[in-house]
């Protein structure tokens, strides 16, 4: 069950895999995932870890909420 909290992208990417996105695929200025009509930006790697508002903000863009990022 992954923490609500500060993640990094690695995980990020592997979680939203495990709920049936795919890619990362590489946009313009920041990769995305695709599940359906649903296409998610995912922050570009960097040092440290996403932020809970960063977290909260791409969530939303995926259509998922906190509870169901905590069932993982």
């Known amino acids: ?3 609500f909290g500060p993640v990094s992208r690695r995980d990020l990417i592997r979680h939203l895999k495990t709920l049936g996105f ?7 200025r920041h990769d ?6 649903l296409t998610p930006r995912i922050p570009n790697p960097h040092r440290g870890d996403i932020s809970r508002d960063l977290l909260d903000r791409i969530l939303k863009q995926a ?4 509870e169901e990022w905590r069932r993982l």
Do not use: C
């Open 32 to 37: 995305f995932m695709v599940k359906g009509d």
């Open 22 to 28: 795919e890619g990362p695929y590489q946009g313009k």
């Open 63 to 66: 259509g998922v909420s906190k």
């Open 1 to 3: 069950m992954p923490a």
